[in-house]
């Protein structure tokens, strides 16, 4: 974990929110004297940007997207699944539950989609390294992270994707370890919409999320295409349909970075993960889990 976050932290220019090195370290901790020297906060999502997400059932046969493809909204969704009250009360027996939120697959969720709708979700950042092989014009994909790999869902924990992300707050603090030393930590705060898969236990590991890719693809392809690589989650929802998303990347004395996720995530079952240009559309891989 280390080694991929240390990677991550290479990308910082291409990614503002991946600053950080996950390293655990024991000595480190917040100094309850700590002076907060800046703050900020950002306005929400502009509820214009809903006008770029697909409003119709993803089809997985098609062979290629229209330009610009952005998926469903993680975000809209998200809102529509909070308005059913899904929360199973402590007396309330599993069956009964079973039973009350099964309306939520016939409930529309926007557009022309329903809760047994496919869905699709494309992060805005994916975290990910392309590298091309001019000598046999093959594109090298690895996914470094898809996102919380600690999602609780009724008392088990399964993998999350990250979806969209909004720094929401950003401070200085003094930290100090146990012996002493101390430093001043950038700690930034954002509110995220994610998705969390119900058939993918982050304990057991029996089922892992596809995220080494190899594909075909020209010199000049390649050339455009290297910075506009997207990354399609294609899942239906599944019980009970909405969850808690958060991640924390830990500061550390040689790394003095603190970052903290935390919003919706929706729970679905995932059944494909799809690289595509971002640009053109075009697909270039499909892994079936």
Known sequence: MKKILLILLLLSSYHERLKAQDAPNANAKKSTAGKKTSELKH??????????????????NVDSLPIGYR??????????????????????????????VEHVKTEVLYGGLSGSSILSFSPDKPMLIPRYDADTETMNVRILSHGSRS??????????????????????????????????IRSTA?????????????ISRSVVIPSEFSFKISADDARANKGAIGVLYIATLNSPFIA??????????????????????????????????????????????
Request: aromatic share 12%.
């Open 43 to 60: 306005p929400q999502k502009k509820a214009g940007d809903f006008a770029i997400f697909s409003k119709e059932p993803f089809d997985t």
């Open 71 to 100: 998926g469903h909204s993680c975000i809209e969704i998200s809102k529509r699944l909070k308005s059913f009250k899904l929360e199973k009360d402590e007396f309330e027996a599993t069956k009964v539950y079973a039973e009350r």
């Open 151 to 184: 999602t609780k869902v009724d008392g088990n924990f399964y993998a999350s994707g990250l979806i969209n992300s909004e720094l929401s707050n950003s401070r200085n603090y003094m930290g100090e370890n146990g012996y002493g030393k101390k430093v001043e």
């Open 190 to 202: 954002y509110e995220v919409c994610g998705i969390t898969f119900i058939n993918i236990n982050s």
């Open 244 to 289: 808690r998303y958060g991640d924390y990347a830990k500061p550390t004395m040689d790394s003095p970075i603190e970052i903290v996720w935390s919003g919706d995530s929706i729970v679905t079952r995932l059944s494909q993960v799809w690289l595509y240009s971002t640009k053109t559309g075009q697909i270039f891989s499909k892994e079936t889990l």
